[in-house]
């Protein structure tokens, strides 16, 4: 191969042994039909199964195939984001191990970028092989995304994407800690297009993302690009403090000008509860906002690797870090 890489396509792998010979397979053909250099960056992302050491075995011979192993598992948006500090290709690929994304759609993908789109993403129309209640709370979570965030996130879309070597060079600036990386892809801008398909089942093992994991990727997503929540949190304490000064009037005015008392502190303890519930409740929110200002004062890398096969240098890339400024007057 040449020093120049046209296409670096980086696959995220989390324990994908049962697939991952096919999915090399697949990728391998598809870019040998684009008939341009290219490089295969698989990301283990602290697997517990041989798919690190398969992956090891094929670059020994073929070296269009590198491996970035990480010293354990620090998720899926990390593994993408180390995948970009090591690709070197004009135009960066991101797919998932799990061939539930056809590598076959690069082929369309690589076309819109010479026409001159910056970002290719796609779009899913239909996802086969999943229950309804996963096929019910993904669209969920991209909807309430899209209603919570103040950037145009596109909805039905995953990281399956090409990007532009400018629109990646942008995003190795951004310093952040929780990280969604098509969040950021959307907040960038560039010249952006989708590519409609339908989504596969997985050819084998089992999803990456089960619930816990999406509740966390939709907090990620809605606490990095938007303060509604807080706004929201502000509007009900202010609510529910209105309401609770209008029951103590009708209290006093019960007392003070008729006969009658008010029974029933089951009543009363009830409203409590509810009202208690609903502070914890916007104590949580802000905890979340505090908790992610946290992480990012600590100034801890992104992710830390144990090894790298297929490298010229063998090295980890300098990430270029934007400084960030002092809490406090020196």
């Not at 396509?9 to 042994?17: C, Q």
Request: a positive charge.
């Amino acid at each position: 191969m040449g020093d120049t890489i046209q296409y670096s396509v980086i696959i995220p792998m989390y324990n994908e042994e049962a697939v991952i010979q096919e999915t090399y397979r697949r990728l391998k053909k598809v870019l040998s039909m684009t008939g341009e250099t290219y490089e295969l960056l698989f990301v283990n992302d602290g697997s517990r199964d041989r798919c690190a050491d398969i992956i090891r075995e094929y670059g020994c011979w073929d070296e269009t195939v590198k491996l970035i192993d990480f010293s354990r598992n620090f998720g899926h948006q990390i593994a993408i984001t180390a995948g970009m500090d090591y690709a070197s290709g004009s135009a960066v690929i991101i797919i998932d191990a799990d061939l539930q994304d056809p590598p076959e759609l690069i082929f369309d993908m690589i076309a819109k970028w010479k026409e001159g789109f910056e970002v290719v993403y796609a779009q899913r129309v239909k996802r086969k092989g999943e229950t309804l209640f996963k096929k019910w709370s993904a669209s969920l979570f991209y909807r309430v995304l899209r209603a919570s965030t103040e950037i145009a996130i596109p909805v039905d879309t995953g990281d399956f994407r090409l990007m532009d070597r400018k629109v990646v060079s942008e995003l190795k600036k951004l310093p952040e800690n929780n990280r969604f990386v098509r969040g950021l892809v959307s907040w960038i801008g560039f010249r952006q297009t989708a590519i409609e398909y339908e989504r596969d089942e997985r050819l084998a093992g089992e999803t990456k993302y089960p619930l816990k994991r999406m509740v966390k990727l939709c907090l990620d997503g809605i606490t990095s690009f938007s303060i509604k929540p807080l706004k929201i949190s502000g509007y009900l304490g202010a609510l529910l403090s209105g309401s609770g000064f209008i029951y103590l009037f009708y209290v006093l005015y019960m007392a003070l000008f008729t006969d009658q008392t008010l029974r029933g502190w089951a009543s009363l303890v009830s409203v409590m509860l509810i009202f208690n519930g609903c502070v914890l409740l916007m104590l949580g929110i802000l905890g979340e906002y505090i908790g992610r200002i946290y992480d990012e004062t600590k100034g801890r890398p992104l992710y830390i690797v144990r090894d790298v096969h297929g490298m010229k240098n063998g090295e980890k890339p300098v990430r270029k870090l934007v400084k960030k400024p002092s809490l406090v007057n020196e």
